[in-house]
């Protein structure tokens, strides 16, 4: 598996920072929303991971404890499931 570079994500532009990476079949999101869930009972750090055709189905999402930590996890996650037999 290569490297993963991530790049803005300037869909969406409410967030404080938010960036994707495409890597084969898989999308990689990492997300901080801390200006608009602080108050809230919601996360304000997260990832998401998709592939198919269009990138259009959720395989995983999480939480995080900060914007690099969610790009880590996203990248883990990315990872097993090259490991589980989805080719990357």
Known sequence: MGA???KTLSEMWSCNQAEHARVGA???IAWD???LYESANMPTYGWE???GPKL???IAT???GSFEAAKAAAE???RQQGASGLTP
């Open 33 to 35: 929303a801390s200006n």
């Open 62 to 64: 999480g939480a995080a």
């Open 26 to 28: 898989f999308e990689l």
């Open 56 to 58: 259009q189905t959720q």
């Open 49 to 51: 991971l998709y592939r």
């Open 76 to 78: 883990d996650c990315f």
């Open 4 to 6: 993963v570079v991530w």
